[in-house]
């Protein structure tokens, strides 16, 4: 069995952790057994850069009236359909789609899941799987086809009526502004290369804080900021499709965060009744044992994959470590001359996280910076990356994998939810979990995916262990509420809790995961209502 070297978690009590300060080189690797499945483990202390305490946002907490939320989750590109419908301008994703050369697996979600007309019945089965919210993202381009300027009032009713619609039938809605899908006007003029973002990314904003802000009382600016510029500029297969581009792959989330840092401060300084923060994803680190440099290969690791959204996200400020990892890189950033003023205005009151895989890491060993993904499926293929001169990763063979070569370990529920408490605090809502997978359904259509419910299941266990020792997750969803368009891995990769047949009529069938999940809810109630 290998063993693996981790972050500090809160198996491990505070009081061992030695005091950090900024550049204290990180000494201590402790050695320990846990109980989880790869046996023997070596802690790092990661605490080279000391936590900023400064209080959160003083907003009244959208949670303290809400139950646990229990819920699924989809995005605006990927499930709506309607592309040139109700006055809706081209994003970035319809004009790319429509390049034959990069459309990998050759289709586009013109159509998707056509929730755009369908939304009602998919929002009646949200709440008959007895789901108490839903995570969606509002187009951009729907709101403001040019990107800037004037707004589409159809647009804006559409999702009026899906945001009543929820509330009608006891769902929250939980609510991100951006999606990945750019408007193509945007695009033209550099995206998220170009910093002026900011300032359009503040204005669509308020729009929508003005429009919904009555009603929706959590949001995200962004949906998993590093991952986005990850596929768009390591490993290529995001628009603008850029490889092992490290600059772009860093000034991108550098102006991400400006943009959401601004639409925070916006939201705050409207004094609306809920909740703003960033959807992050993928925030475990673990180091292999045999790693010559553990602690230094833990915190580039950690940089290149977590600290330039989370430390904006939840501190307001900036790594304290980006010059140094620049320097290491060999980039550079733009940057604009108010940044801090800008981070610490928009620093967030909650952490929406995305948990599918960890980053399983080991010394560089000269490879150039690279990505290893698989848009089409098979298993050929494992999920991995090289950063030069900083980490590579490494496949662990003790791990089970999907058809994807993402890895399936459902104990980093437990893991990142206790890492994020330990050194950010906040309060987390689980926005994504879930398993793709190639499925075959029976002659009704109906797919038994015991697959799905025993590796969500597994993650769910994972999740309520974290809920026990104290994480202050608030919610729950599964990714996602139906099938929808899997970006460049298309329709074949499945992930819904309900069936769509994108080959007739789009019909929609509730997958035998749909009535355990459904179930899972009720008797999460009933334990917790006799505790
Ligand atoms: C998340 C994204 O990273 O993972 C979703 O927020 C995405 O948009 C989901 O669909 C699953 O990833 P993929 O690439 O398998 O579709």
Redesign the pocket.
């Given at each position: 069995m290998p063993r693996i070297i981790r972050a500090q978690t809160a198996a491990h009590s505070k009081a061992e952790t030695p005091v950090a300060t900024v550049n204290t080189p990180i000494k201590t690797v402790h050695q320990t057994n846990r109980r989880h499945s790869e046996g023997t483990h070596i802690l790092i202390r990661n605490n080279r850069f000391s936590r900023n305490e400064t209080a959160m946002h003083a907003v009244p907490s959208p949670f303290d009236e809400m139950p646990f939320l229990w819920g699924s989750a989809i995005?605006a590109y990927?499930c709506e359909g309607a592309w040139n419908e109700g006055g809706k301008g081209l994003s970035e994703w319809d004009y790319f789609n429509a390049i034959d050369w990069m459309n990998v697996n050759g289709v586009d979600a013109r159509v998707a899941s056509d929730f755009y007309h369908r939304f009602e019945e998919d929002l009646d089965l949200i709440a008959e799987g007895g789901q108490n919210a839903l995570r969606l993202s509002l187009s951009w381009s729907r709101i403001l086809p040019g990107g800037t300027g004037r707004a589409n009032e159809e647009g804006l009713s559409f999702y009026d009526r899906v945001i009543d619609g929820c509330l009608e039938r006891n769902i929250e809605p939980n609510v991100v502004l951006l999606?990945?899908d750019l408007p193509y006007p945007i695009a033209l003029k550099g995206g998220w290369g170009n910093t002026s973002i900011a300032d359009a990314f503040g204005d669509y904003a308020r729009i929508c804080f003005e429009r919904f802000g009555d009603r929706v009382r959590l949001w995200s600016t962004l949906?998993?900021p590093q991952?986005y510029s990850y596929n768009a500029n390591i490993a290529g297969v995001y628009p603008p499709c850029r490889k092992a581009d490290v600059h772009s792959y860093l000034q991108w989330q550098y102006n991400e965060m400006l943009a959401s840092a601004k639409a925070v401060a916006i939201y705050h300084e409207m004094n609306l009744p809920g909740a703003i923060g960033v959807?992050h994803?993928d925030s475990l680190i673990e180091v292999a044992t045999g790693t010559n440099n553990p602690a230094e290969v833990y915190t580039a690791a950690d940089f290149f994959n977590n600290r330039m959204i989370l430390c904006p996200a939840l501190e307001g400020r900036l790594p304290p470590e980006l010059d140094e990892m620049l320097e290491k890189l060999g980039t550079f950033l733009y940057r604009v001359p108010d940044e801090a003023e800008a981070f610490a205005a928009g620093k967030g009151d909650y952490l929406n996280l995305?948990v599918?895989a960890r980053r399983y890491v080991t010394d560089w060993n000269n490879s150039p910076t690279s990505a290893k993904v698989d848009s089409v499926g098979g298993g050929a293929t494992m999920e991995g990356q090289a950063v030069a001169p900083l980490y590579e990763t490494l496949v662990d063979p003790s791990v089970p994998h999907n058809q994807?070569g993402r890895e399936i370990l459902p104990r980093i529920m437990h893991d990142s939810l206790m890492d994020i408490k330990e050194r950010y605090g906040n309060p987390i809502v689980l926005t994504?979990n879930?398993h793709?997978s190639l499925e075959t359904p029976d002659d009704s259509g109906y797919v038994e995916d015991d697959d799905r419910i025993e590796i969500i299941g597994a993650f769910l266990k994972s999740l309520s262990e974290a809920r026990n020792e104290g994480s202050n997750v608030r919610g729950y969803y599964i990714?996602?509420a139906m099938d929808?368009y899997?970006?460049?891995?298309g329709y074949k990769?499945r992930?819904g809790l309900v069936r769509v047949d994108f080959d007739h009529d789009l019909i929609r069938i509730p997958k035998k995961s749909w009535a355990w999940y459904r179930d899972f809810i009720s008797r999460d109630a009933a334990r917790r209502a006799d505790a």
């Open positions: 995005a990927q999606h990945y949906d998993e991952f959807v994803n995305n599918y994807w994504e879930g793709g990714w996602s929808l899997s970006w460049v891995n990769k992930y």
